[in-house]
T-cell receptor, first 111, second 114 residues
């Protein structure tokens, strides 16, 4: 399987703390994306980082990419209860249209 | 702006029955995708389309068929439902290759096959 893997599978923190989730993948990639899924809802795109980028920011989100280690991390700073959701990384490579998703990290932010 | 709309939202089928899931997008996107989501498995691509009249197999296509007769619609068919097809199905669309642009997802269809 070419599925990526998120780590940890579940993470529980207090409001105001930072949350870090990691993603590993197996193939060469064009870019890597992070999505959020609230319970019972569809996925929502958060951020895309291209293979030639090392770090990207969007509001309270910071994504890093290390293509030599085939890994990425998503940092959410100053977390809020509303950040409670599952977070997925997704990647594609070459001319393949397929966006391959990892199995997700369930983040719980306690008020 | 509705984005991506899936119909129906819930369905219970008996083994052997058939059904069609409809996905409609109003963003004039070329690319459309069907995924299934199972506990602990993430999302797996069933079929996809890179434009009106085109379809292609993803990683788990067996037991499903698709059609893209109109650019805005992507239909997923189950000809003879099996309990293994119990899942949550998500449709997605994007303006380009999902590898380079973000994908927009529908709210999902929860299908139970008994």
């Amino acid at each position: 399987s070419q599925q990526g893997e998120e780590d940890p599978q579940a993470l529980s923190i207090q409001e105001g703390e930072n949350a870090t989730m990691n993603c590993s993948y197996k193939t060469s990639i064009n870019n890597l994306q992070w999505y959020r899924q609230n319970s019972g809802r569809g996925l929502v795109h958060l951020i895309l980082i291209r293979s030639n980028e090392r770090e990207k920011h969007s509001g309270r989100l910071r994504v890093t990419l290390d293509t030599s280690k085939k890994s990425s991390s998503l940092l959410i700073t100053a977390s809020r209860a509303a950040d409670t959701a599952s977070y997925f990384c997704a990647h594609s490579g070459g001319s393949n249209y397929k966006l391959t998703f990892g199995k997700g990290t369930l983040l719980t932010v306690n008020p | 702006n509705a984005g991506v709309t899936q119909t129906p939202k819930f369905r219970v089928l008996k083994t052997g029955q058939s059904m069609t899931l409809l996905c409609a997008q109003d963003m004039n996107h070329e690319y459309m995708y069907w995924y299934r989501q199972d506990p602990g498995m993430g999302l797996r691509l069933i079929h996809y389309s890179v434009g009106e009249g085109t379809t292609a197999k993803g990683e788990v296509p067996d037991g499903y068929n698709v059609s893209r007769l109109k650019k805005q619609n992507f239909l997923l068919g189950l000809e003879s439902a099996a309990p293994s097809q119990t899942s949550v199905y998500f449709c997605a669309s994007s303006s380009g290759h999902t590898g380079s642009t973000e994908a927009f997802f529908g709210q999902g269809t929860r299908l139970t096959v008994v």
